[in-house]
């Protein structure tokens, strides 16, 4: 079945960056998108950007521009999130989810990465 | 960016019950809308997509309905495990943006 596995949670100071890992199994890694949402404590979920399995272009939401860089490997059919100068407000739980369908949907999800940024 | 904005915030209501949630953009999205539920400590899973279709593995007392500018999800008989936070999503352009959600609580 298809699955998205995350790597664990990760503790930062601000100004770090922090690297997530998204590994990606059951489908064909290049016949979709992946797709990068977070949900700070107590908030809605928020989209960051997403990359193309296929060949890696990216679309990054304009908040995350500058500070996100979202990157592929085809060997390992894994997809990684790396966010610098951490703040504060950058807590939350990271999930990626593969993106398809003529009608764009995120569907299956992995099970998230708690990121915690105090000094 | 579209604003997505759902109705009501919060909701409280019993097993049996019918439930409406009502999601309106800020401009048309035509039928690139989507429903997410959301339980504490999980993932988020799609219920409906495309506006009316309902995933695969979804019970068919979850129905989806609108186009345009203005979407509901309809749970026609709650059931305890529907206790949740839900979600619109609009997919017509980037960034995609999310409706704040629904929680449903149980009365």
């Known amino acids: 079945q298809v699955q998205l596995v995350q790597s664990g949670a990760e503790v930062k100071k601000p100004g770090a960056s922090v690297k997530v890992s998204c590994k990606a199994s059951g489908y064909r890694f290049s016949s979709h998108s992946i797709t990068w949402v977070r949900q700070a404590p107590g908030q809605g979920l928020e989209w960051m950007g997403w990359i193309s399995g296929y060949n890696g272009d990216t679309i990054y939401a304009p908040k995350f521009q500058g500070r996100v860089t979202m990157t592929t490997d085809t060997s390992t059919n894994t997809a990684y999130m790396e966010l610098r100068s951490l703040r504060s407000d950058d807590t939350a739980m990271y999930y990626c989810?593969?993106?398809?369908?003529?009608?764009?949907?995120?569907?299956?999800w992995g099970q998230g990465t708690l990121v915690t940024v105090s000094s | 960016d579209i604003q997505m904005t759902q109705s009501p915030s919060s909701l409280s209501a019993s097993v049996g019950d019918r439930v409406t949630i009502t999601c309106r953009a800020s401009q048309s999205v035509s039928t690139y809308f989507n429903w997410y539920q959301h339980k504490p400590g999980k993932a988020p899973n799609l219920l409906i997509y495309?506006?009316?279709t309902l995933q695969t593995g979804v019970p068919s007392r979850f129905s989806g309905s609108g186009s345009g500018t203005d979407f509901t999800l309809t749970i026609s008989s709650l059931q305890p495990e529907d206790f949740a936070t839900y979600y619109c999503?609009?997919?017509?352009?980037?960034?995609?943006?999310f409706g704040q959600g629904t929680k449903l609580e149980i009365k």
């Open positions: 989810a593969r993106e398809g369908g003529v009608y764009v949907r995120f569907d299956p």
């Open positions: 999503q609009q997919t017509y352009s980037t960034p995609y943006t």
């Open positions: 495309a506006a009316t």
